[in-house]
C-alpha cells in the first residue's frame, strides 16, 4: 500500500464520517441542537458542526489559493451537508495528488506563518476528529447515541473488514 493510497483512505473515512455525523444531527430538534453542552466542550451541536465544516472549507482555500483570494468562509446550518460533500472531494483529490515527487512549496497562512501542505492535511483529519468526539459526547449527554465512525466501522462500511463465517 502506497503512502498516497493511505493518505486517500484517510479522507474517506473523514468524509464518510463527516456525512454520518451530520446525517444524525440533521434529526434533532433546534433545542438539542442549541442545547450548552455540560462537559468542556464550548459551543453547542451546531455551532461546532458549522466550525467543523467551515474550518474544512477554510483548509481547502489555504492549499488551493494564494491569501488574497480565500474568501471569507460564512455557513448556515441547512447547507452543512453539501458543503462538506463538496469540499470533502476537492481534498480527497488532492491527498490522490500527493503521490507526486514534485516538492510542494510552503503555504501562506492569513496571519503570516509559512507551512508544507502536508501540516495543513494533517489538522484537517485531525480537526474533524477531534469536533466529532466532542458533538458524540453532547449527543450521548442528549441521550442521542452518537454514530460509531471509528476505523473499525468504516471498514465495515467500505467492505475492508469482513467478519469470519
Known amino acids: 500500500m502506497t503512502d498516497a493510497s493511505i493518505l486517500v483512505r484517510l479522507f474517506e473515512h473523514n ?4 456525512s454520518r455525523m ?7 430538534s433546534d433545542e438539542q441542537l442549541d442545547a450548552e453542552p455540560r462537559s ?3 459551543g453547542s451541536i451546531r455551532q461546532t458542526l458549522i466550525h467543523l465544516v467551515r474550518s474544512q472549507q ?9 491569501v488574497e483570494s480565500r474568501p471569507q468562509i460564512t455557513l448556515e446550518f441547512v447547507d452543512l451537508s453539501e458543503v462538506a460533500r463538496q469540499s470533502g472531494q476537492a481534498l480527497l483529490a488532492l491527498a490522490g495528488d ?3 515527487p514534485q516538492p510542494r512549496p510552503r503555504l501562506r497562512t ?9 501540516v495543513v492535511m494533517l489538522q484537517i483529519i485531525n480537526h474533524a476528529g477531534e469536533h466529532r468526539e466532542q458533538i458524540s459526547s453532547m449527543l450521548t449527554d442528549l441521550g442521542v447515541t452518537p454514530p460509531d465512525l471509528d476505523g473499525w466501522s468504516y ?5 475492508a473488514l ?3 463465517d
Open 15 to 18: 468524509n464518510w464520517a463527516n
Open 40 to 42: 468542556a466542550t464550548l
Open 155 to 159: 471498514g465495515e462500511a467500505a467492505s
Open 110 to 118: 492569513r496571519d503570516g506563518y509559512f507551512v508544507e501542505p502536508w
Open 98 to 100: 500527493q503521490a507526486s
Open 22 to 28: 451530520i446525517e444524525v444531527c440533521t434529526g434533532l
Open 162 to 164: 469482513v467478519p469470519p
Open 58 to 66: 477554510g483548509y481547502l482555500a489555504l492549499l488551493t489559493l494564494p
